[in-house]
């Protein structure tokens, strides 16, 4: 088994006459190491529900708090992701890692087009604005993909998508994940194309 990430974060607030403060500086406390996968792992310094607290001193990840892999309409989750080598992973890559982040139907969904190309497709609802830190990392799509440095930076909208690390050193990654209207790929490609569709996924 690998450490988790560690992640310090400083995290704003206000007192009671309305200065701002540093309400928080530590390494982030809710943080996720593979148990299978060596050098996988995670760390969440914030995240927010609807509507976005700016009032209370509360602390939405402190140690033990449960924390969605996905958020829903309106939610943000902010996560630094640590992604070993490709060869770091296991022959049954695909069926641990969402059981392990509790993502079996985002990769039912990811898997509709990408023809098995990689174990990590995944497709999500949600606007995701990805920085990657160190390392490198290529995000793969259906059709396509795009190798990415330390300071690149992906706007991923919605799509089916994967991430490849195929150097020899683990690659950080920064995500702010906005949770979107649901909408599949079937419904987007039926409105690009013009006709009427309703979501009818809650």
Known sequence: MTSSPQVRRVVTGHDDQGRAVILIDD????????????????AVPW??????????????????????????VGETVFRVAEFPPDSAYPSDAQDRIFDEIDGKAEAAEGAKHSDGKHFWFHRTDSLDYAIVLEGEITLLV??????????DV???????????????????VAFVLIGTE?????????????????????
């Open 142 to 151: 259906d059709d396509g993909e795009a190798t990415l440095h330390a300071g």
């Open 182 to 202: 649901p909408l599949s790929a079937e419904e987007i490609a039926a409105r690009r194309r013009g006709v009427p569709v309703e979501s009818n996924r809650l």
């Open 27 to 42: 390494i982030a406390p809710n943080s996720f190491a593979s148990e299978v996968i060596p050098g996988f792992g995670a």
């Open 154 to 172: 992906v706007v991923q909208r919605a799509t089916s998508h994967a991430w490849s690390n195929r150097t020899d050193r683990v690659a950080r």
């Open 47 to 72: 995240l927010t529900t609807c509507p976005t607290d700016h009032v209370s001193d509360a602390d939405p990840v402190g140690p033990g708090s449960a924390t969605p892999t996905f958020p829903r």
